[in-house]
């Protein structure tokens, strides 16, 4: 902590402790809103309230100043109170409920290829967002989905099924070797193939084709 000299003496005076002390009676309303955004930007910024000590030092005043502040906010609803602390009131509206996603092996996204069923890892998701069942992230590699948003090291969510409607994007398992395609349909042929959302590459006719799962987002720039 730094510490002030009074003239000459050997007193002297923190910092912290000469920090502005605001009237409660007159709590100042530029000061109210400016602790306000502060605190949504937080929240919106690292995904939880900041600390009273935070918010103190920001506007260069005193902890039991902020906390009265905080508390207004929080009283007059421009804030919430949390299981953390003071937070905004979107933050304090979003579902927490969260669950863990394995990472699976690389699924390519070009020339079909044997599937290596190996976990690298875990990412927490919210509930909200991936829905009901059981879920997977597979890495997608290469270029065959592009045109459908898929790149290459984007993290695709695969709902475990074995079936799928025609249209959906899956992963296919076909003589022990798996892609990430979509699937249709040929009425003229009367067969099922693989299509790649690559206008450069040609569909896949095979005899059989085992659906792993369906494709329902695509994560970028996750981990």
Partial sequence: MFELYNNGTLSRTSVHDRKREVPMRTKDQELLM????????????????????????????????????????????????????????????????????????????????????????????????IGQGKFYLLKASGNSMVDAGIDDGDLVLIRQQETADVGDIVVALVENENTLKRLEYNERKGRYYLHPENETMKDIYVDEIAVQGVAVKVLKDLI
């Fill in 34 to 129: 400016n602790i306000q955004q502060f605190i949504e930007e937080h929240c919106d910024k690292y995904g939880y309230g900041p600390s009273v000590r935070a918010v103190a030092d920001e506007h260069g005043i005193s902890s039991s100043c902020a906390q009265a502040y905080m508390a207004f906010l929080e009283k007059s609803g421009r804030i919430a109170k949390g299981h953390n602390g003071y937070e905004s009131n979107a933050l304090a509206r979003t579902d927490r409920a969260m669950r863990s996603v394995a990472i699976v092996g690389a699924v390519p996204c070009g020339p079909l290829t044997e599937c290596e069923e190996c976990i690298e890892g875990y990412i927490r998701l919210p509930e909200s967002l």
